[in-house]
């Protein structure tokens, strides 16, 4: 309640001042533990690279115990600025390769040497930029993910589709074959579960008809969602949308877990990371039973032939500023992202941070497809201030008045470029 | 009623004897209120301090991270007074509160009127009922509510299909701000009617039998009986009532909230929820805690209105 955030502004503020004063004589104790913050893709999709990487630190430092701590995406961000304020840091962090700027920019990571790094002469350059600010290194990448579409073979087939679609044209017909075939009788079924919330996948429609979220001009951000390339790109999200999924329009893709979704049966197809495979297929949560019903194709673009840009998500590993134990730290990063535990992570459907390993899944049908829809992505504008536009959901909220049509594209699109605006030139 | 009147006598008693008694001991009392006032200072008044001081500076990640604000004025204020965004907050949060009051206060009120009317074994069930949706964590009861009105697996709609209201399949009650609301004030509603309830009942087996008889023999029907009677004798308890169902409606974060998977579209914050919203995810601590200022100063503004009408009824019996 009100009493809740109040008390923790002030609890905050007040424990600043204790901090301070405290901090400086934890420093010289020896430390017995480092806390590390993942977020949960690790618990469930690779805990047995955080297991041997724990493993591999503790040889080295034996008596240093590694806490493992899981956040979640949509509030990892505000934990962290409470123990910033409260002195309390965890010793790593995982970051999403579109929050770093803000805090590189304002100070709140220690500055780190690439060479110290495992495989620092290789990493990804779009990973390596995003742990970069003003040149000096502030993170060391952890993976990349691109995303393609998860789709049932079996329903493909019945539903008469020959092969995979090579343009949105034949994706959008082979989509309203399946509705055709399994809708009708399944008021649950979507040939495209698609939630509303899901912007990476609904700014890839933007990105493929050259529109952008925002771009830079004469030292202001402007906001270019309003212009034409990009209206269009969402005109035909919101059509694709409103044939092919039944997937609500005010949820996000993790709530429910889209890939849940998908294993109890009544989705055809879906956009994912490549982690989600295998999380649909998992004994405990999903359904083992569809292993060989399930494949992948990268999305493919309105221009035949190609493919449609999509997300180039990834992670990042920072040491906070306030960390009491950068050394042990850094040790653990190291560990965490050596060649055998990036191999790890390749393996459960990632893209590695190193360039050495690209070829990892080349022969393996499951991740290949992953790999070739990284070949063609998008981004995020690089503004130090950009985190806080997904902070405020402004694309999640525009996304959700154009697919429950309680706004046109034009006027959501409009008003999220104001806000876009004020948010990345403030 | 009751405590009102017994306390009047108990007051002018304890005042006769202590004129009574020597000068030091007359410090006693305070000695006895110091401990409370320390921990009330310490606990309430220091940070209501240091958010006001937080409302007059610029304050965000730089600032965190050094551990040092800048001075402002009142350039906080400003913005959030030139921010439409703002006013149409401020105006749903009223709105909101307005609604969920009324709601709670006549449905807890014909609740309790009805046990009045129970035998014992259905009056101890609903009371047994409504302690239980009382002792319920509001974490937990908002969470239950979620899974229930779930868009992709919620029994809500489940139910609503197979009694035939329509095709309630993947119908999502927070598309509209209107459904959406009126789930979160149904969640509202049903957690706030037990205490509303219960404390109405307590009051009601107070008031006399005999007035109630009486007014009955005048020919007085069950309205009139209420509207003439148990109202007016009743009036300090609704009024303390609803003056506490206005700070905590007005106040309301964890049913929005949690409701809306934490992460809330603008369409539905209510002030607690824009003051977060600003102060967490958008790191302006310093702005954050301008609007936790106003909501606090208008809360005052309509809870003196309610202390003072309560103090005079007082001073009236």
Redesign the interface.
Known sequence: ??????????????L??A??TASARVQTAKADSITVWLMGDAQSGWPNVVAEANAAFKAKHPGVDVKVQYQTW??HL?KF??T??GGDTPDVLEFGNTETT??MA???LKQLKAANFPNSKTWLAGLKGSCTFNSKLFCVPYYAGARAVIYRKDQYKSAGIKGTPKSQAAFLTAGKKLMKKFGKSD??YSAFYFAG?NWYASLAYVYDYGGKIAVRKNGKWVGTLEKPAAIKGLTVAKSTVGALS???????EA??QQAL?FAKGHVASFIGNGWEWPYALNKDSGNPALADKVGAYPMPSHVKGKLMPEFLGGSDLAIP?QSKNPTLAADWIKAFTSTSAETGLAKVGNIPNTTKLAGVNKDNPQLAPFAVAASSSWFVPTAPNWV?VE???VL??ML?QIY?G?KSVTAAAKSADKQIEK?LNG | MAVAESEFPLVSRRRRRLTGRRVGSALAPYALLAPAAIVIGAILAYPLYLLVRLSFQKYGLFELVRHKGTWIGVDNYRTIFHDSQFWHVVLRTVVFTAVNVTLTMVLGTAIALLIAQLGRSMRLLLTTGLVLVWATPVVVAVNIWRWMVDYEFGVANWTLTKLHFGNFIHHDWFANTWSGFGVITAVIVWGAIPFVTITLYAGLSQVPQELIEAAQIDGARAWNVFREVTLPLLKPIFIILTSLSIIWDFQVFNQVWIMLGERPSPDYYVMGIYAYVTSFRSNEYGLGSAIAVVMVAIMMVATVVYVRQMIKTGEVR
């Open positions: 309640m009100k009493a809740r955030f109040m008390v923790a502004a002030i609890l905050a503020v007040m600043s001042a901090a301070s949509g509030d505000t600025d409470a910033i304020a803000k805090y304002n100070g709140a008021p649950n919330k039944r997937a609500s329009r005010t949820t996000d709530h429910p979704v500023a806080n902070n405020a959901d999640q909220n959700v429950t309680s948010i």
